[in-house]
Nanobody, 116 residues
Framework: QLVESGGGLVQPGGSLRLSCAAS????????MRWYRQAPGKQRELVAS???????NYAEPVKGRFTISKDNAKNTMYLQMNSLKPEDTAVYFCNARGLGLPPPDYWGQGTLVTVSS
């Protein structure tokens, strides 16, 4: 139900924009998040955006990454600027539904590599 795109190879200091397209209205999700998992490390939360639009960021990406969503396109984005080698990871989008218990949906991931 979630499909990420936009990953790739970028030089340090560069930018990328990731997209997460949902197969249904994103109004059906209470919160949407971006996670990442670097080689040999645990998956970590990068940023989140709730249904009302409020956002939160992990400390390592504050001031560099921006999460947003386009309700009309049923798509969430992650604009990543001033990329660093330590941002290299597979990025996953996640969406939490409104049922009880709330279901979690995951995308397949998109690889971001920051290297010169």
């Amino acid at each position: 139900q979630l499909v990420e795109s936009g990953g790739g190879l970028v030089q340090p200091g560069g930018s990328l924009r990731l997209s997460c397209a949902a197969s249904r209205s994103i109004f059906s999700f209470s919160v949407m998040r971006w996670y990442r998992q670097a080689p040999g490390k645990q998956r970590e939360l990068v940023a989140s955006i709730i249904i009302g639009g409020s956002t939160n960021y992990a400390e390592p990406v504050k001031g560099r990454f921006t999460i947003s969503k386009d309700n009309a396109k049923n798509t969430m984005y992650l604009q990543m600027n001033s990329l660093k080698p330590e941002d290299t990871a597979v990025y996953f989008c996640n969406a939490r539904g409104l049922g009880l218990p709330p279901p979690d949906y995951w995308g397949q991931g998109t690889l971001v590599t920051v290297s010169s």
